[in-house]
């Protein structure tokens, strides 16, 4: 269905319906895979300088392409009246207001080329197209002037060569030329195979014209871009010393001065540096970074400097929290700053003095499929905070904060849904054996009766360092709606709750996380929900991992589902996009250095103990967690014996395995079919 490919291991695997739908005569209130056309959510919500408009990204879920398509609104702050801005076939992103407010710079394709770069007088309504580009340009930034825009763009090269081929005769059907691979990263998640060249900054006036390079060399240069005041620097941070194909937590802040095209180089640590933003009085650089000690995972920290690179100090120690977004307020004394907090995302304002108090919270992306937190924000002059919001029944919409309670603007679902019985989510209390408390979650079938006993499904998040909340998820609701509970953790290692928190599977994952997962399925039974005869355990990428982990220490679940796992720490350590990252920071030393610990840590070691029939799901072209590891596990069941099956997802990568929606129902519908097959009446 929907043109997946399925290998079994002589088991039939069917697409079920929702268990509880009705006749399809009469109107389904329960939530169906193809309500997932319905969805809408807000993202990149853009105050305008002056707070009274916001422009931002409507992603909507298109029947008839089976794509999620992009379009630009406006919302009236004051009396939340909104109008499409710009819409059509293609895609349209990135909305950036001018410093003045009368105009808008954003990204936009009808599908017949590249992405350009458009600018819309808001006055007349007249755009106009500012590039004419060969790829498209990203990180947008005004000049303070208004008069220009840098952004970021790559630039092509030829890459190595090596001999050539003999001439062609005129009209001659040859194979295609070789390819010749040189770089460490030679392929990314969601890109593909690279191809040759490195991104570099641009800048062009706003009324358009011939755009100028501003960077070259053999250095990648990257957003986000910030200019100076003065409007005669831009910063940026990216790794431009060493070996920065392999040094990638190496980054720093440069300064490039737009007049002689001179590079400088403001910080000089070891670790990560940048998001520089710029004091209103332009003496100041705030920016974003740590000491790189070599782990897996270390919360990044607010800085501040004096312009010219001297004075670094950290701001506000006592924020144990990783910091992902920060903008200056306009008194020049505090900073507003985003982070992850208990299975959410907030915005607050952090003093130079050390002060934080909270400005908004229930910050949310536009992603439909499982509740991880995420979500941005930005900031009008007169202080006034545009995000994304939402709950467990409601995606993304857009929502003000200032001073007071925050105020939707938006209602993007609340027509549709209000027809829907979604299952409830309800927090759990969960204490792991040595005493933690492990985050929790429950999602209750939406027929669901109180002293009801129900089938349960463990949803284990992905990363590991990331972190699910109440948020709205539709592979939770569609599994809710098969008269399944679905149970979901932040179990140690998760972000939001501090660096130690996250430090509790420093080196040790897998296996640390275990103890926490199986005191949540223990506290889902002690509340009267989970029927302890009708586990099931599934989970994608770092939950993926951990799926595949457990049915080798335990044979409590009736079968498991492991989307797009690791099972073998060192042919992923080769294979992924992340080569220079996953064994130096996750594992510690290279694998040739430390064989058996790559093995003591890989689901693939656990297999003579697997009894639980287990279901593979991964994306045929996923880069991050190559198809070759679920393979791998496919392949050791079919021998072992243990039922088994295989679901490759066409065209879909590691992050991208829920984009289309069609086979994100079919997704959700194979694995519920799967745990149907084992349930037991």
Request: proline share 7%.
């Amino acid at each position: 269905m929907g043109g997946w490919r399925v290998v079994l291991a002589g088991l039939a695997v069917g697409i079920s319906g929702a268990a509880l739908a009705l006749p399809a005569e009469a109107p389904n209130p329960i939530f169906t895979g193809g309500d997932l056309f319905n969805l809408s959510a807000a993202s990149d919500v853009q105050i305008s300088p002056d707070g009274k408009t916001i422009a931002y990204v409507r992603k909507s879920n298109d029947v008839m392409t089976d794509k999620a398509v992009s379009t630009i609104w406006l919302v009236d702050v004051a009396s939340g009246q909104q109008r499409p801005l710009v819409t059509g076939k293609g895609s349209h992103v990135s909305p950036r207001w001018s410093p003045d407010g009368r105009r808008l710079a954003y990204v936009s394709t009808d599908g017949s080329g590249p992405p350009q770069l458009f600018v819309r007088w808001m006055a007349t309504g007249e755009a106009s197209k500012v590039t004419g580009l060969p790829d498209s340009p990203n990180s947008l930034s005004w000049s303070p002037d208004g008069r220009r825009i840098a952004y970021v763009m790559t630039i092509p090269d030829e890459g190595l060569k090596l001999g050539k081929a003999p001439d062609k005769p005129e009209g001659a059907d040859w194979a295609k030329p070789l390819e010749i691979i040189d770089k460490v990263t030679y392929r990314n998640d969601g890109g593909g195979y690279v191809t040759p060249g490195l991104d570099h900054l641009f800048v062009v006036d706003a009324d358009g014209g011939a755009p100028r390079q501003l960077t070259f060399g053999q250095y990648p240069d990257s957003g986000p871009l910030e200019w100076t005041p003065d409007g005669r620097q831009i910063l940026f941070g990216t790794v431009r010393k060493g070996d920065w194909q392999r040094d990638v937590l190496d980054s720093d802040i440069y300064s490039l001065d737009l007049a002689s095209g001179s590079i400088t180089a403001l910080t000089d640590r070891k670790g990560p540096d940048g998001a520089p933003t710029v004091s209103p009085d332009g003496s100041k650089i705030a920016y974003l970074g740590y000491d790189d000690v070599g782990k897996g995972f270390d919360q990044a920290l607010i800085y501040v400097m004096n312009r010219d690179g001297s004075g670094a100090h950290r701001v506000a120690p006592g924020l144990d929290r990783g910091i992902e977004h920060i903008e200056w307020a306009r008194d020049g004394r505090s900073l507003y700053a985003s982070y992850e907090e208990d299975g959410g995302k907030k915005v607050s304002r952090v003093g130079l003095n050390g002060s934080v108090s909270t400005i908004a919270t229930g910050l949310v992306d536009s992603a439909f499929d499982r509740p991880y937190a995420g979500g941005d924000y930005s900031v009008s002059n007169n202080g006034v905070v545009a995000f994304a919001t939402g709950d467990p029944h409601h995606p993304a919409n857009v929502a003000i904060a200032s001073g007071g309670a925050p105020r939707t603007l938006t209602r993007l679902n609340d027509n549709w849904l209000a027809a829907k019985r979604l299952g409830e989510v309800r927090a759990l209390a969960v204490t792991a054996p040595d005493g933690g408390k492990v985050p929790a979650w429950l999602v209750l079938p939406p027929t669901y009766t109180q002293g009801q006993r129900v089938p349960l499904i463990l949803e284990i998040h992905g990363g590991p360092y990331a972190s699910y909340g109440p948020q709205f998820a539709s592979d939770m609701q569609l599994y809710a709606a098969g008269g399944y509970a679905v149970l979901y953790t932040n179990p140690r290692g998760s972000t939001g709750y501090g660096q130690a928190f996250a430090d509790g599977i420093e080196k040790t994952y897998p296996e640390s996380d275990r103890a926490d997962l199986m005191a949540a399925v223990d506290a889902a039974i002690a509340s009267g929900v989970a029927d302890p005869e009708n586990l099931f355990v599934t989970g994608g990428s770092g939950g993926g991992i951990l799926t595949a982990w457990i049915v080798g220490k335990t044979d409590r679940f009736r079968a498991a589902a492991a989307q797009k796992p690791v099972i073998n720490w060192t042919t992923q350590a080769l294979t992924a996009d992340g080569i220079p990252f996953f064994a130096r920071y996750w594992m510690g030393k290279m694998p040739w250095e430390d064989p058996q610990g790559y093995w003591a840590r890989s689901p693939l070691s656990l297999i003579g103990n697997v009894k639980t029939p287990t279901l593979l799901v991964v994306g045929d072209e996923d880069y991050r967690t190559p198809v070759s590891e679920a393979e791998q596990f496919y392949a050791a069941l079919q021998l072992k014996g243990v039922p088994t099956a295989l679901v490759k997802v066409p065209g879909a990568g590691h992050g991208s395995i829920a984009a289309r929606p069609s086979q994100s129902a079919a997704k959700a519908a194979a694995i519920l079919a799967w745990f149907d097959k084992y349930r037991k009446r």
